[in-house]
């Protein structure tokens, strides 16, 4: 994205169809400084392409971290380098919530992994942490292979996050094995593991209001007893969501409304 730009080419003025009710929204590096700004590259290509913009619309640039700025399409340029001119007409900040929801995801085979991650995000999640559990059947190596998989993961919660008009992407770190998780769950002061066996629901728990709270999602062979008194010691206790046993893809995401009802996070 640049700022400026001089006009040149492309559908110009403001006449087409009213704005959408939620403008859809474009990621960017960082927000622009002035009231006029130039969006290119992939998210231009993509407003072009797909979303078939026009001048006269509104779109909202956000920056990825909670900064979000309001804008109106001046002008059009399609062709090889797609590019929009942009008014911004307003700016503000998406604060981040005061209790910090990260779903610990244990790697899982195929594109379930980026399919729980996707609706993760969706339902509010604040980071997908990827959890190399004992039993999971996808392995993440640290070469080249493992970064490509972590990628997909980073670009599914991108594309969730436009998705869904929120002004904060997730953030999905480097995976953990269980040693190093245990040590995250301890630090944040415990977690709550999603177990069908628990006898404790998640409304039968006492939820903070504020903080980090670590979500644990186990594989689809579910978690192993040495992992189990692993994470119990750390702190994190046992929950379940209903009498039925949820996928690894869709668990996060049952979890994260559930929390949302349960506490001030909607």
């Known amino acids: 994205m640049t700022a400026g730009g001089d006009g040149a080419g492309g559908e110009t003025g403001r006449e087409s169809s009213p704005p ?7 990621l960017v590096d960082a927000l622009p400084p002035g009231e006029h700004a130039v969006l290119d590259g992939e998210e231009a290509r993509h407003a072009v392409t797909v979303r ?6 509104r779109l909202t640039l956000s920056d990825g971290a909670g900064g979000l700025a309001d804008c109106a399409v001046d002008a059009v340029a399609p062709g090889r380098h797609p590019s929009l001119e942009v008014t911004v007409l307003g700016r503000r900040e998406d604060p981040p919530p005061q209790l910090r929801v990260t779903i610990v995801q244990a790697l899982a085979k195929g594109d379930r ?3 729980a991650v996707e609706l993760a995000t969706e339902a509010g999640a604040d980071a997908v942490l990827p ?4 039993r999971s059947i996808a392995k993440w190596d640290d070469g080249p292979r493992g970064a490509k998989a972590l990628a997909r993961w980073r670009t599914a919660a991108r594309s969730a996050a436009k998705q869904a008009r929120r002004g904060r992407v997730p953030e999905v770190p480097e995976p953990v094995d269980t040693t190093g998780l245990a040590a995250l769950v301890a630090g944040a002061g415990g977690g709550y593991l999603l177990e069908a066996t628990a006898e404790a629901g998640l409304k039968d728990v006492a939820l903070p209001v504020r903080g980090e709270l670590y979500l644990i999602v186990g594989p689809e062979g579910g978690v192993t007893a040495e992992e189990l ?5 750390a702190g994190a206790v046992g929950v379940r ?6 996928r690894t893809s869709t ?3 049952v979890a994260l409304g559930a929390l949302g009802a349960l506490t001030a996070r909607w």
């Open 131 to 134: 959890w190399r559990a004992s």
């Open 20 to 26: 959408e009710s939620t403008p859809p929204v474009f």
């Open 229 to 233: 008194t692993a994470l119990t010691r």
């Open 241 to 246: 969501l209903g009498p039925d046993v949820l």
């Open 113 to 115: 992994g980026e399919l």
């Open 52 to 57: 078939r913009t026009r001048a006269g619309e």
């Open 251 to 253: 668990a996060g995401a």
